[in-house]
């Protein structure tokens, strides 16, 4: 079955940029989304179409998506934005939503 | 502003079926922009598609669940519903509905999940299965 592979974790300093990687078969055939999760908190959709921002998502989030590779990036990055991140694209192949594991991002 | 609003038992027994549902306010559900989707999360996991159905009643299902599921639309109550029959503890998780955009372009539509993403979420509401 189609798989997206995020790392476990990733470590910013305040004030610097993050990068996430989310790793899948030909994922830039495929558009991809990204989600920021809060503890206790649903789900916010931060980045669609690869690079996309929805309303109200504040410009230092950015994504691209090539080859077999999607990469949310956090220019910037505050303390406010530690939190859970997940990748998300469709899989055509076995017709389905996939999401990958989660990256938790700290800010330290 | 559009809301979404989960419902249902927090409590289900081995082997029962879970309902839940979804109620759209703030916008119909009746539009042809968007579907709407079940997601869980189990407790220290990651996001799992469980489903999404497009007002017209035509659904798509994660094929690890497909034969326990079922998801279902009421337009004139403006809300859509989750089945999960023969559950199980590992069904127990924080159950989420979504909108989810839909682009259509002519007569071909994108699937689920795969252009606009899942831009509103409700709150989630806790499914535990035990006895």
């Known amino acids: 079955s189609y798989e997206l592979t995020q790392p476990p974790s990733v470590s910013v300093s305040p004030g610097q940029t993050a990068n996430i990687t989310c790793s899948g078969d030909?994922?830039?055939?495929?558009?991809a989304c990204w989600y920021q999760q809060k503890p206790g908190q649903s789900p916010v959709l931060v980045i669609y179409?690869?690079?996309m921002r929805p309303s109200g998502i504040p410009e230092r989030f950015s994504g691209s998506n090539s080859g077999n590779t999607a990469t949310l990036t956090i220019s910037g990055t505050q303390a406010m934005d530690e939190a859970d991140y997940y990748c998300q694209a469709w899989d055509s192949r076995t017709a389905r939503v996939v999401f990958g594991g989660g990256t938790k991002l700290t800010v330290l | 502003q559009l809301q979404l609003q989960e419902s249902g038992p927090g409590l289900v027994k081995p082997s029962e079926t879970l309902s839940l549902t979804c109620t759209v306010s703030?916008?119909?559900?009746?539009?042809?922009?968007?579907?709407w989707g079940w997601i869980r999360q189990p407790p220290g996991k990651g996001l799992e598609w469980i489903g999404s159905?497009?007002?017209?009643?035509?659904?798509y299902y994660n094929p690890s669940l497909k034969s326990r599921v079922t998801i279902s639309v009421d337009t004139s109550k403006n809300h859509f519903s989750l089945k999960v029959t023969s559950v199980t503890a590992a069904d127990t998780a924080v159950y989420y509905c979504a909108r989810d955009g839909r682009y259509c372009s002519g007569t071909s539509c994108y699937m689920p999940g795969s252009y606009y993403g899942m831009d509103v979420w409700g709150q989630g509401t806790t499914v535990t299965v035990s006895s």
């Open positions: 030909k994922l830039g055939d495929k558009y």
């Open positions: 179409q690869d690079s």
């Open positions: 703030g916008g119909s559900i009746s539009s042809s922009s968007y579907y």
């Open positions: 159905i497009y007002y017209s009643g035509t659904t």
